[in-house]
């Protein structure tokens, strides 16, 4: 079919030709599927990888944009769709593949939920080691599609880092794959890095391969109250160089601390994770590093990181995620608070998010800019449609490229219109 | 390593090709340009089997050098091949269709050190072990640590994805690169990542890492550190048998400890290293694992304990302890000459790269050892068993008539032994030249295509590399290994 032909067919006869497509039992109601208030025309969720594979088909020969949607987490992150014809629920892909705990890999279907998948792998005494927001319902392929990660990144891998190959479902109705099952291997692009992050730009992930962890044998949270944001930044570092058994170390703004369920002060709180011994003599070494500020470490009640995850995955407001090298964490957690958010930050992998109920466009260009000088970046990970049509969600990035990669794997838009850029 | 092999093809007319070397000239100097036949032939191999002449090879200064050369290579209708030091063992910088041979050694700085926030900004030039020379005194290191680190580059370890002893714990080199600026095809110089990791948009740089010079030139690499551990202990675990030894490393897996290296030596490796480096290793030895661990120090002894159990359980003879680092330092050493010293036992020998699940190491190396005595050739084997990173070695003497036939005969073999396994063709060597034939086995047509998309829009007229990576390839020529490929084929097998 050709771009004329598409102008000519009515919208009945697509839904026809793509209802042709696929089972008929793998219909759902669409009322439950809308995005930035926009509901699809029809909504469908297939069983197998074969499914998703003639659905993208028949949506590309009849011109329908379709939006893949697995834990529906994270559907603010990016620009507002330019259509959203066909909702994609990856649900009843949930299986587990393959999964060898002596040789700590996994193979899994993309639906699956993490939560779920951690009680699994948990009843072997391991775990996939990624902690991305917002703390429920979070679907494997959509964790790789957003490609988010958590207070852990930095000091554990990125899931990109994790993922040993993918199968992926494309607009031509083939399912590709790259990579492969075993923890080391190098042949072949590497594809299953290119849709990780790519906001199912290219494809629907279907299918993915992890190398997974043993479980820590001990945790242990401890907080320190700082006077200052930049003192609290100082001690971070050091603990940062101070050769901890550590899972998490963010420097957090008075607010952010509160929402946290600590006191409303600047604070260090870092995750110990390792064996016994190791989490012991890691706590020593954090209490120590108090002790020469004058300040002391506490283990703290609640559940901080959970509810620091949970402002993280806030879906109803606006979050912004800047990225800069270590040093400058502090001084940025400051910069964003300033700007009105609520806001902590991640030493080892620079990441600092602010929580505000709304931001400007201009607010997030002015944190852009100022991230930028430090050879950083932000990203808007959830706003209002409106803030994510005035403000760039990603920031400069190469584009010529992605539009040539857009080109070859979805020529017609099919998949996600508009999520990256332009067309795109 | 294995005697040669020449890829022969059309000869480029002889004004055309001045026409070339006078644009390549201009783009980096005419001191910067090779094109006598005699400067050639250093050229035309790497660390493996095949050969073919460039028809120029330029040494450019700075990324708008490089970028200078690829216009006057598109100008002149060539292909572009980057190289590093050579040391690859795929046949990736092999110069299969001729054309330009763009060597970055020139490009050897060290851009910046930024040890506060464990970056570091290098040219692709750069020896990494230079780079970690440099880093030492501050504390951090490189994760990436290839044998071949005194003089492999930079650019070719991203071009790579090389791995090393310590990719168990840290991953492979594309973990540790944040940013890239790249030429491409087209003559356009890019920015991939960036400083910080996670950037925003398309991840074109986890892509970049270890496309083997086929989607563009690395031209800067910045570089993601680690701090230099506060506890090492380093093991030496001594076994009758390599079985054993394969055993326990599946059991230290198993147990939930996993070291931060875990190499294995067999005894023709022990033979060959330990008179030269007296590493310590015991001659009478069937297998040798290599083990380390580090942390911190209290809990480098808890782990050091458990993975000291899983050897004896698995029939370890001794399990000793590097006291020192001068002892720790002699162990590594004996691994790292390893692969060298096989070269003064044999005449020639074909190193293999597989990987396989741990799980299975056992008995796919029984298979590999009964296959390589069924052939007739000694098998030698020093390899990451960690990651179930294989690297048989086949010792062969190269005068003896149909050796290099039968030596690919055995290693197609062997490949086929650790993708029947569920496993892979390469860990770390990149499929090159050499494995081009064998991605059918792992890879689908349509797994395939989809790479070619990759390629195609990176550089449509396949001006990069050509031949390499993926398998067919207008004129490219087909050796031994693709008649390997075919005949060991087993429709629908795939991983
Ligand atoms: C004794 C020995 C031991 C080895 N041990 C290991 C090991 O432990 N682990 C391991 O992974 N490898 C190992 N290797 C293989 C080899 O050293 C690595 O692949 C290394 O990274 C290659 O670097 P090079 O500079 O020699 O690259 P080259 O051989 O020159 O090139 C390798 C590939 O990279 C491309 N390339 C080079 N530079 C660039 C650039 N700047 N931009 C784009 N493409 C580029 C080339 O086109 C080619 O495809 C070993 C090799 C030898 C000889």
Known sequence: MTATDDHLMTTDARLAALRHAVPSDTERSPHAYSIDGVEPAVAFSPAHAQEIAALLRAADEAGLVVVPQGGRTALNLGRPLERHDVALDTHGLARIVEYVPDDLTLTVEAGIHLDALQQTLGEHGQYLPIDPPPDDGVSIGGLLATARSGAWRGHLPAARDLLLGAVVALPSGELAGSGGRVVKNVSGYDLHRLHTGALGAFGVIVQASFKVAPLPTATRTLAVRAQTLAEAGVLALRLWNAGLAVRALSVLAPEAAERAGLDGTPTVLVELAGLDVAVDRSAEIVREAARALSRSAEEPAGAPWERLRRLHGDRAATVVRLGVPATAVAEAVEAVRAAGCRSWGHIASGAVIGHAPHLDAAVVERLRAFAAERGGFVQVEAGSRALRAAADPFGPHEVDLVRLLKVRFDARGTLNRGRWMEGV | ?495
């Open chain 2, 1 to 495: 390593m294995l005697h040669s092999r020449h890829m022969t093809r059309p000869e480029m007319p002889t004004n055309a090709r001045a026409a070339a070397i006078e644009a390549l000239e201009r783009a980096v100097g005419a001191a910067h340009v090779l094109h006598a036949p005699e400067d050639l032939i250093v050229y035309e191999y790497d660390a493996t089997i095949d050969r073919a002449l460039p028809d120029a090879v330029v040494f450019p200064a700075t990324a708008e050098e490089v970028a200078a050369v690829v216009r006057a290579a598109n100008a002149h209708d060539l292909p572009v091949v980057p190289r590093g030091s050579g040391t690859g063992l795929s046949g990736g910088a092999v110069p299969v269709k001729g054309g330009v041979v763009v060597v970055l050694t020139r490009m050897n700085r060290i851009v910046e050190v930024d040890a506060a926030n464990r970056i570091a900004v290098v040219e692709p030039g750069v020896i990494n072990l230079a780079l970690q020379e440099t880093l030492a005194p501050l504390g951090l290191t490189w994760a990436p640590d290839p044998s071949s680190q005194r003089i492999c580059t930079i650019g070719g370890n991203v071009a790579n994805n090389s791995g090393g002893p310590h990719t168990l714990a840290h991953g492979s080199t594309v973990n540790h690169v944040l940013g890239l600026e790249v030429v491409l095809a087209d003559g356009r110089i890019v920015h991939l990542g960036g400083r910080v990791a996670d950037a925003p948009g398309v991840d074109l740089r986890g892509l970049v890492v270890g496309s083997e010079g086929t989607l563009g030139i690395v031209t800067q690499a910045t570089l993601r550190l680690v701090p230099t551990p506060r506890a090492v202990r380093t093991m030496l675990a001594i076994f009758d048998t390599i079985d054993a030894a394969c055993e326990a490393v599946s059991a230290i897996i198993r147990g939930g400890v996993i070291p931060v290296a875990l190499e294995m030596l067999d005894q023709e490796i022990i033979r060959a290293v330990e008179p030269r480096i007296h590493a310590g290793f015991p001659l009478d030895a069937g297998a040798v694992l290599l083990i380390e661990i580090e942390g911190l120090a209290e809990a480098v002894a808890v782990e050091a304990e458990a993975v000291i159990e899983a050897c004896r359980a698995s029939g370890a003879r001794e399990v000793r302890s590097a006291d020192t680092q001068s002892e720790r330092d002699r162990l590594w050493e004996g691994r790292k000459s390893g692969i060298g010293a096989i070269g003064a036992v044999t005449p020639a020998f074909y190193i293999l790269d597989g990987v396989v699940p741990r799980t299975l190491l056992p008995v796919v190396m029984r298979r590999i050892l009964a296959r390589s005595a069924e052939y007739g050739f000694r098998c030698a084997n020093i390899f990451h068993a960690g990651d179930g990173n294989l690297h048989p070695n086949i010792l062969f003497d190269p005068q003896e008539s149909g050796a290099i036939q039968r030596v690919l005969d055995l290693g197609g073999e062997i490949m086929r032994i650790c993708v029947d396994a569920g496993g892979s063709i390469t860990g770390e060597h990149g499929i090159g030249l050499e494995k081009r034939s064998y991605m059918e086995w792992i890879f689908t047509p349509a797994d395939l295509a989809a790479m070619a998309d990759v390629r195609s829009a990176f550089d449509d007229a396949g001006r990069f590399n050509p031949c390499k990576v993926l398998p067919g390839g207008h004129g490219c020529a087909t050796g031994h290994a693709d008649e390997v490929a075919r005949h060991l084929a087993t429709p629908g097998v795939y991983i």
